[in-house]
């Protein structure tokens, strides 16, 4: 499994638009990128999950670029509601044996 | 959540007694998993199921045992329940159409 590294926190304003970027150098062909996004009290949620170039949804965008060794989760304008742990895992969807294995992830905290 | 249901959602035992986490999914997914969530660790892999009787162990497995006799209950059993074991629990289903993770809502065990 393809091991990712992640800012540990990041800070933020509501409004502002936050990146995270995720590394993970050693991807492999088969690798998908996936996000996931946890409130205190609450399972991870599925956010946005991609291969290569750019995925969007209603919620965040990924952008991957052409060497797949880092992502960028971005969140537009957040709000408070935004603050949680965002989680980077890669690994190849395909494959039978394929588990989620969490890393620490980043805690964003968003301010008034 | 995506017909994904954890029982009880708080527990409070005593050391060394058996305790039974039950997870119940109505969507006839194939996979499922079994997770614990401490401070300061994450989200670590127990045990994961990949069929009706077919289980396999995560990352954490000592002390659990789990089973899997019909497609929509997976069973996470703590045969003696020791204090390192006090947790919050998750279980997830995998979603085929998009391979994200559906997690339930969680149980908090306490082993005192």
């Known amino acids: 499994l393809a091991k990712t590294t992640q800012p540990i926190s990041m800070d933020s304003y509501e409004g502002q638009e936050v990146n995270i970027t995720c590394s993970h150098n050693n991807i492999a062909t088969n690798d998908y990128i996936t996000w996931y996004q946890q409130f205190p009290s609450q399972g991870p949620r599925f956010i946005i999950q991609g291969y290569k170039t750019k995925v969007t949804n209603e919620v965040a965008s990924l952008f991957i670029p052409a060497d797949r060794k880092s992502s960028t989760l971005s969140l537009p304008r957040v709000s408070l509601s935004d603050t949680a742990v965002y989680y980077c895992?890669?690994?190849?969807?395909?494959?039978?044996?394929?588990?989620?294995?969490f890393g620490s992830g980043t805690r964003l905290l968003v301010r008034p | 959540d995506a017909g994904i249901t954890q029982s009880p959602r708080h527990k409070v035992t005593e050391t060394g007694t058996p305790v039974t986490l039950r997870c119940h999914q109505t969507?006839?997914?194939?996979?499922m998993y079994w997770y614990r969530q401490d401070p300061g660790h994450g989200l670590r892999l127990i045990h994961y199921s990949y069929g009706v009787k077919d289980t396999d162990k995560g990352e954490v497995s000592d002390g659990y045992s789990v089973s899997r006799s019909k497609t929509e209950d997976f069973l996470l059993t703590l045969e003696s329940a020791t204090s390192s074991q006090t947790s919050v629990y998750f279980c997830a289903i995998q979603d085929t159409a998009n391979y994200g993770y559906t997690f339930g809502s969680g149980t908090r065990l306490t082993v005192v």
């Open positions: 895992l890669v690994g190849d969807l395909m494959d039978s044996s394929y588990k989620l294995i």
């Open positions: 969507e006839n997914h194939r996979y």
